[in-house]
C-alpha cells in the first residue's frame, strides 16, 4: 500500500498544480455568491432557497469536479507515455490506478469541504440559521463525488474524454431517476426496465436537500448506510475499471 | 519461483489489429531468446522489425498474442519481477510538473528504497544532471529526460536493464557517458537488454546480439561469432595495367600471393579485411 499512497500524493500535488480544480471551485463558488444574491420574499424562504440550490449546485461541482480532475488523466498518461515507466517498473497497474483515483479523490472532497464551507459563510452573512445535518450532507456529497469520479475512471480506460463526459453525464442522470420515472422511459418493458433500474447506481440516497431545506431531521443510521452505499458502488466502479486496465495493451 | 536467467523469452508472437475487419499484422513473429545473468544483449532491427513490441512483453506493458516471457523466471508485470528492473523507455517523459530530484523521491517513495536527497543529488550527478536537481521537467531538455529517465532506473541498482533506445537524440559526448555507465552497471553484476540502432554503440559494449527483421530473428550470436571467426585479408594486384583486388581467408593469403605471382601478376598490396557490424546487419536484413 505504500506505493499506492506515494503516488496518490504525487497525483494530488500534479492536480493542485495545475489550474482546472481552482477554475471548478472558483466557479462553484461564484455560483453559490450568485445563488445568494436571488431576492426573496421572506428570511425562511430564501434560507430555504439558498440551500436547496446551494447543496444542488455543490453536487453538480461534485460531477463536474470528478469529469475536470479524472477524465483525462489516463488518456494523458497513456498518450504523453508517462504511464509506461510507472506500471513497467515501481507500480502495478491496481497500484496505479488505485493511486491516481486516491490523489484525485482528495482534491475532490477538498473542493467540495470548501464550497460547503462557503455555503455556510454565506447563510452565517445572510443571517440564515445553518442546519446542523450540513456537514453530514456535505459527506454524502462527497460520497456521490467520489462514485461519479470512479464512474470517470471507468470510462476513461476505454473512451476518450470528449466521450467520457457524455456518459459519465447520462449515468448520473439516470442515476438520480426513480424507479417509476425510470420505468417511464421505455413504457413497453416495465419488468426489463425495472431489472435495469436495480443494476444502475441510486444516487438518490445521496440527496438530503430537501429535508434540510425544511428543518426535517435525517436519521444518522441514513447517513452511515448512504455513505458505505457510495463507498461500495466506488469499489464496484473502481473494479470495472481495473479489469478494462489489466486487458489493456499500453503501446 | 525464480530460475537464473534474468529473461526469458519463448515463441513469442504478438498480432496487432491494423484496422477493424482486416488481417492482422504480426509484429513479432516466434521470437526464442534467453538473457544470461551478467550478460549485455544487444537487440537490433530497423525501424518496425519488431524490438519495442518485444520490449514492452517482456516488461509487461502489452500482452503476447501467444507465446511468454519471463523475467527471472517470473511473469512479466509481477511484483517480484519488477523489483529488479530497471527501464529506459524509448522518449522517456514523466510528469512536467516534477522536478528531477522530486521525481527521484516519489520513486523511491514507490519502490520503497530508502535514501537521502544526497543519495538522489549523488545519482543526478552520475548521469550528468547537476545544477537542474530542482528545475521543472517541462523545462528540462530530450536529452536531459534521457538522463533522468537512465536515474530512476539505476537507483534500486536493479540486476536487469532494460534499455530501449537510451542514447536516440543524445550528442555524442552524452552517448559515450551512457556507454560508460552501462558498463560500469554490467561491471557490478547487472545483467542489460539493450535496443539500439547505434551499431557502433552495440558493437563496443554488447558481448552477444540478436538481430530482428520483421518481427523475427535472423541472426544471433556473440560478436565475435557474427563478425566472423575467420579472419580475412584483401590483397591488391595489377593484371596488365589494371588494378584489381581479391579478398581471401588468411590461411590462403601466402598461396594466393604465390598464384598471382607465378601468373605474372605483381602485388600490389595486402590489407587485413574487417567485417564490421553494420555488414553483418545490412546481410541480414537485406536477406
Redesign the interface.
Given at each position: 500500500m505504500r506505493g499506492v499512497l506515494v503516488f496518490s500524493v504525487m497525483t494530488l500535488r500534479m492536480l493542485f498544480r495545475k489550474r482546472t480544480p481552482w477554475g471548478i471551485l472558483t466557479g462553484v463558488l461564484l455560483a453559490l455568491f450568485a445563488i445568494a444574491q436571488v431576492p426573496s420574499f421572506s428570511v425562511g424562504n430564501q434560507g430555504r432557497f439558498i440551500l436547496d440550490f446551494g447543496l444542488f449546485g455543490i453536487e453538480l461541482g461534485a460531477l463536474v469536479l470528478a469529469m475536470g480532475l479524472a477524465a483525462n488523466l489516463f488518456p494523458h498518461d497513456r498518450e504523453q507515455r508517462t504511464v509506461m515507466p510507472l506500471v513497467a517498473v515501481p507500480l502495478s497497474r491496481w497500484q496505479y490506478l488505485l493511486g491516481r483515483f486516491l490523489g484525485a479523490a482528495m482534491v475532490q472532497a477538498s473542493a467540495l469541504l470548501v464550497s460547503c464551507a462557503g455555503l455556510v459563510v454565506i447563510l452565517l452573512i445572510r443571517g440564515i440559521r445553518v442546519p446542523e445535518d450540513i456537514f453530514p450532507a456535505t459527506i454524502l456529497i462527497v460520497s456521490e463525488g467520489w462514485f461519479l469520479l470512479a464512474t470517470v475512471f471507468f470510462f476513461s480506460f476505454f473512451t476518450s474524454p470528449p466521450l467520457n463526459w457524455p456518459l459519465t453525464t447520462i449515468l448520473f442522470v439516470l442515476s438520480q431517476m426513480s424507479v417509476r420515472d425510470f420505468v417511464d422511459l421505455v413504457p413497453a418493458s416495465p419488468d426489463l426496465m425495472r431489472g435495469l433500474r436495480l443494476l444502475l447506481p441510486h444516487a438518490d440516497v445521496f440527496h438530503i436537500k430537501d429535508p434540510l431545506a425544511h428543518g426535517f431531521d435525517v436519521a444518522p443510521q441514513f447517513f452511515a448506510l448512504a455513505v458505505f452505499y457510495g463507498l461500495c458502488y466506488t469499489a464496484f466502479m473502481l473494479s470495472l475499471a481495473l479489469a478494462v486496465f489489466r486487458g489493456r495493451d499500453l503501446k | 519461483m525464480t530460475d537464473g536467467s534474468p529473461i526469458v523469452v519463448e515463441h513469442l508472437v504478438r498480432a496487432f489489429q491494423i484496422k477493424a475487419g482486416l488481417a492482422r499484422l504480426e509484429a513479432v513473429k516466434d521470437v526464442s531468446f534467453r538473457l544470461e545473468q551478467g550478460e549485455i544483449l544487444g537487440f537490433l532491427g530497423h525501424n518496425g522489425a519488431g524490438k519495442t513490441t518485444t520490449m514492452?512483453c517482456v516488461?509487461?506493458?502489452?500482452?503476447p498474442t501467444s507465446g511468454r516471457a519471463r523475467v527471472w523466471g517470473l511473469p512479466p508485470?509481477s511484483?517480484g519481477a519488477?523489483a529488479r528492473?530497471?527501464?529506459v523507455?524509448e522518449?522517456?517523459?514523466?510528469?512536467q510538473?516534477?522536478s528531477s530530484l522530486e521525481l527521484l523521491r516519489?520513486?523511491a517513495?514507490?519502490?520503497?528504497l530508502p535514501g537521502t536527497d544526497t543519495d538522489w543529488k549523488k545519482l543526478l550527478e552520475r548521469v550528468g544532471l547537476r545544477g537542474w536537481e530542482t528545475m521543472r521537467l517541462k523545462n528540462h531538455s530530450k536529452g536531459m529526460r534521457q538522463r533522468l529517465?537512465l536515474a530512476?532506473?539505476l537507483q534500486s541498482k536493479p540486476g536487469l536493464l532494460v534499455l530501449d533506445e537510451p542514447t536516440g537524440g543524445l550528442d555524442p559526448i552524452a552517448r559515450k557517458e551512457f556507454r560508460d555507465i552501462i558498463l560500469e552497471e554490467n561491471a557490478r553484476g547487472a545483467s542489460i537488454f539493450l535496443s539500439s540502432h547505434l551499431l557502433s554503440e552495440v558493437e563496443s559494449v554488447c558481448n552477444r546480439v540478436i538481430i530482428l527483421n520483421r518481427g523475427a530473428v535472423v541472426r544471433t550470436g556473440t560478436l565475435q561469432e557474427l563478425l566472423g571467426g575467420e579472419e580475412t585479408h584483401r590483397v591488391s594486384y595489377l593484371e596488365g595495367q589494371t588494378a584489381k583486388e581479391v579478398t581471401v581467408p588468411s590461411i590462403e593469403l601466402q598461396g594466393t600471393i604465390d598464384m598471382l605471382r607465378g601468373k605474372g601478376f605483381p602485388v600490389t598490396g595486402v590489407e587485413r579485411s574487417w567485417k564490421s557490424l553494420e555488414e553483418v546487419f545490412l546481410s541480414a536484413t537485406e536477406a
Amino acid at each position: 500500500m505504500r506505493g499506492v499512497l506515494v503516488f496518490s500524493v504525487m497525483t494530488l500535488r500534479m492536480l493542485f498544480r495545475k489550474r482546472t480544480p481552482w477554475g471548478i471551485l472558483t466557479g462553484v463558488l461564484l455560483a453559490l455568491f450568485a445563488i445568494a444574491q436571488v431576492p426573496s420574499f421572506s428570511v425562511g424562504n430564501q434560507g430555504r432557497f439558498i440551500l436547496d440550490f446551494g447543496l444542488f449546485g455543490i453536487e453538480l461541482g461534485a460531477l463536474v469536479l470528478a469529469m475536470g480532475l479524472a477524465a483525462n488523466l489516463f488518456p494523458h498518461d497513456r498518450e504523453q507515455r508517462t504511464v509506461m515507466p510507472l506500471v513497467a517498473v515501481p507500480l502495478s497497474r491496481w497500484q496505479y490506478l488505485l493511486g491516481r483515483f486516491l490523489g484525485a479523490a482528495m482534491v475532490q472532497a477538498s473542493a467540495l469541504l470548501v464550497s460547503c464551507a462557503g455555503l455556510v459563510v454565506i447563510l452565517l452573512i445572510r443571517g440564515i440559521r445553518v442546519p446542523e445535518d450540513i456537514f453530514p450532507a456535505t459527506i454524502l456529497i462527497v460520497s456521490e463525488g467520489w462514485f461519479l469520479l470512479a464512474t470517470v475512471f471507468f470510462f476513461s480506460f476505454f473512451t476518450s474524454p470528449p466521450l467520457n463526459w457524455p456518459l459519465t453525464t447520462i449515468l448520473f442522470v439516470l442515476s438520480q431517476m426513480s424507479v417509476r420515472d425510470f420505468v417511464d422511459l421505455v413504457p413497453a418493458s416495465p419488468d426489463l426496465m425495472r431489472g435495469l433500474r436495480l443494476l444502475l447506481p441510486h444516487a438518490d440516497v445521496f440527496h438530503i436537500k430537501d429535508p434540510l431545506a425544511h428543518g426535517f431531521d435525517v436519521a444518522p443510521q441514513f447517513f452511515a448506510l448512504a455513505v458505505f452505499y457510495g463507498l461500495c458502488y466506488t469499489a464496484f466502479m473502481l473494479s470495472l475499471a481495473l479489469a478494462v486496465f489489466r486487458g489493456r495493451d499500453l503501446k | 519461483m525464480t530460475d537464473g536467467s534474468p529473461i526469458v523469452v519463448e515463441h513469442l508472437v504478438r498480432a496487432f489489429q491494423i484496422k477493424a475487419g482486416l488481417a492482422r499484422l504480426e509484429a513479432v513473429k516466434d521470437v526464442s531468446f534467453r538473457l544470461e545473468q551478467g550478460e549485455i544483449l544487444g537487440f537490433l532491427g530497423h525501424n518496425g522489425a519488431g524490438k519495442t513490441t518485444t520490449m514492452k512483453c517482456v516488461l509487461g506493458l502489452l500482452h503476447p498474442t501467444s507465446g511468454r516471457a519471463r523475467v527471472w523466471g517470473l511473469p512479466p508485470g509481477s511484483p517480484g519481477a519488477r523489483a529488479r528492473l530497471g527501464y529506459v523507455p524509448e522518449n522517456p517523459d514523466y510528469d512536467q510538473s516534477f522536478s528531477s530530484l522530486e521525481l527521484l523521491r516519489v520513486f523511491a517513495g514507490m519502490r520503497g528504497l530508502p535514501g537521502t536527497d544526497t543519495d538522489w543529488k549523488k545519482l543526478l550527478e552520475r548521469v550528468g544532471l547537476r545544477g537542474w536537481e530542482t528545475m521543472r521537467l517541462k523545462n528540462h531538455s530530450k536529452g536531459m529526460r534521457q538522463r533522468l529517465s537512465l536515474a530512476l532506473a539505476l537507483q534500486s541498482k536493479p540486476g536487469l536493464l532494460v534499455l530501449d533506445e537510451p542514447t536516440g537524440g543524445l550528442d555524442p559526448i552524452a552517448r559515450k557517458e551512457f556507454r560508460d555507465i552501462i558498463l560500469e552497471e554490467n561491471a557490478r553484476g547487472a545483467s542489460i537488454f539493450l535496443s539500439s540502432h547505434l551499431l557502433s554503440e552495440v558493437e563496443s559494449v554488447c558481448n552477444r546480439v540478436i538481430i530482428l527483421n520483421r518481427g523475427a530473428v535472423v541472426r544471433t550470436g556473440t560478436l565475435q561469432e557474427l563478425l566472423g571467426g575467420e579472419e580475412t585479408h584483401r590483397v591488391s594486384y595489377l593484371e596488365g595495367q589494371t588494378a584489381k583486388e581479391v579478398t581471401v581467408p588468411s590461411i590462403e593469403l601466402q598461396g594466393t600471393i604465390d598464384m598471382l605471382r607465378g601468373k605474372g601478376f605483381p602485388v600490389t598490396g595486402v590489407e587485413r579485411s574487417w567485417k564490421s557490424l553494420e555488414e553483418v546487419f545490412l546481410s541480414a536484413t537485406e536477406a
